[in-house]
């Protein structure tokens, strides 16, 4: 007869409490392993949109992501093939990296001057086989199908805008977007009119000088965008389609455009972009990457730049947001759920002493030291906690299984693509390891006050108890 | 003259006092008093006069609030919590009023139960646990739990219970007291062939007149005084 039978005995004598206590510990580990793979869903759903999207990590002149929004002309990287050809010689980065791929950010106006509309706008510059091979990213096995990007490498000079945008500059019809109204055309005020009548003058002027490079297909609008000397510069773009880009701000402004176009509205120069795009093959590796990245670059004397490489962590704040926010309502529902645990096993066990006082008194008059009886309850919580929270992971495991089948969607926040709504169990070990590991602290503390107050029993005052 | 070595236990002026709140009850006043081994013993007075208290203090689950005691020569005083535990654990076994078997446990493993706390091996006790219940008739109800048992079967698993591990010392606080005479009087007589068996002391603490008449020793505790140690009995069945 050893300590544990022992403590699995004692814990048969009344089954019905024994029961309901595992049955509460059961119901707080189920509850809790589901929603921390659910947050696992949304993290890893959230990362594989983003790193999709913008990659792991973004190389930028120093002082960009401070000062550039502002004045994206002047905050660029000047030769950034060579750049890229640098990365692209590192024996670790070349086996680490996935995508590596430039891009030039802007704003400035978008106009549709034959529907007398205009709006300001921030873009993008990108290479399309780029950035649908980032789309094909799955590191964590969640097989959500991105469509490739409408724009192809050769059709340059065409462009894909946001929904709002569309709306605003009166694109809907022409671009025939389902479920889409233009906005409604009022004649405006002579002064505004004047300024308009300036920008068409502009515009209609670049249509015509690049004519020819630009493709026939889809509806022009002219996007002007001041280049690093300040004059304006204009480009015509073809909108080939309008589409959802995720959330209303980027709905409301975005425009993608060919890098090259982009190059020549903003710096006037096919050498520069405002950043470089680093997708890596496993996001684990992402601040050892980062790292290395920096001293690459920065002590190389032949780049003439000092440059800063963030992860998507720092240039995407929201992430780290949303991930933290639910990692706070985690801890809060798990510090409930532990309590619940600890006062029905503190009562099951402090019961449990009350109703073995005089074998208690029995057990010391034999011979049992007093360090016995404290562990004898000792076990009997950690008994409880064990059946508890394996029995949990268990309950827990076939819940997951049956609700990941059940087809349930949803898209992530910032994304439009639709994916399963899956409780990733198994994606952190950390998460069925510790919280197994909490039930039963939990429950082996909860047992040290009861534990004490029997192995502090008067002998002969628990004898009489009867 | 008994040498020390025959000496089971000796009480010098040995007094105990509780203090419930304000009140002082002196349950114990200046006890002084020498038992001998492989006796059987019976402490007898009327109820309050301090009979438990004594056979607790013999049975070193208590300890007293002035005076001498000392335990198969060892001086008890001095000996700590741990100490006294692990002194209860090799020299003394209890048999009590209400048996105190472990519920959850068999008659077979209650009886273990003492030995694996002397750390004897597995072997060892199964050849004395099978022994010892065979001794007390139980060896067909040994995988019984003590709720399947009767009153009598329960105190004949406590009698195995405390003698399996082979103490110097068996006390026994009303041990018939549960019981009615038929069975009392079958426990008492086991009791006498399990001594008899394993020359070990039995000290007894009883209100029951018709058991006294098999002791050895009858000492007559009143308010807490020795008022007489009655050796005659003894002495008669010696003779015979």
Known sequence: MNNLKLAVRNLTRNRRRSLTTILAMVIGMVALLLFGGFISSIYFGLQTGIVRSQGHLHIYQQGYLEYGSSRPSDYYIDQYKTVIDTIKQDDLLKENIKVITPTVSLAGIAGNYAADSSKTFFGAGVIPSDKNKMKLWDQYGLKVV????????????????????????????????????????????GEVDEQILALQALAEDESEQSKGNATKNGVQIDLLASTGSGAPNVVSVSIIKAEQMGNKILDDNLVILHLKQAQNLVFDNEGRVSSIIIQLKDSEKMEAIQQHLRQLLNNNIDLQQQFEVKNFTEFNSEFSQIVNMFIVIFIFIALMISLVVLFTTINTLTMSVMERIPEIGSLRAMGLRRSAIRWQFLLEGFVIGITGATIGIIIAIILTFVFNNSGFGWSPPGSVESQDLKILLFANPLLLIGTWLLMIIVATVSSILPARHAAKMNIVNAIRNT | MSSNNNKLAVLHDVTKVYQTGVVKV?????????????????????????????????????????????LLNQEIGGLNDNQLADFRNHHIGYIFQNFNLMAVLSAYENVEYPLILKNIAKKERHQRVSEILDSVGLSKRQHHRPAELSGGEQQRVAIARALAKRPDLILADEPTANLDSKTGAE??????????????????????????????????????????????????????
Do not use: W
């Open chain 1, 146 to 189: 991105s469509p490739p990007m409408v724009l192809t490498d050769t059709s340059v000079g065409e462009g894909v805008l946001g929904l709002g945008l569309a709306k605003m500059l009166n694109l809907c019809k022409s671009l025939q977007v389902p479920n889409c109204t233009d906005r409604p055309v009022d004649s405006v005020d």
């Open chain 2, 187 to 240: 426990i008492i007589d086991l009791m006498l062939l399990m001594q008899d068996h394993y020359k070990t002391s039995f000290i007894f603490s009883t209100h029951d007149m018709e058991v006294m008449q098999h002791a050895n020793e009858i000492i007559t505790i009143k308010d807490g005084k020795i008022e007489s140690v009655n050796t005659t009995i003894m002495k008669q069945k010696e003779g015979v």
């Open chain 2, 26 to 70: 002196e349950a114990l006043q200046g006890i002084n008093l020498t038992l001998e081994r492989e006796k059987f013993s019976f402490i007898v007075g009327p109820s309050g006069s301090g009979k438990t208290t004594l056979l607790n203090i013999l049975g070193c689950i208590d300890v007293p609030s002035s005076g001498r005691f000392t």
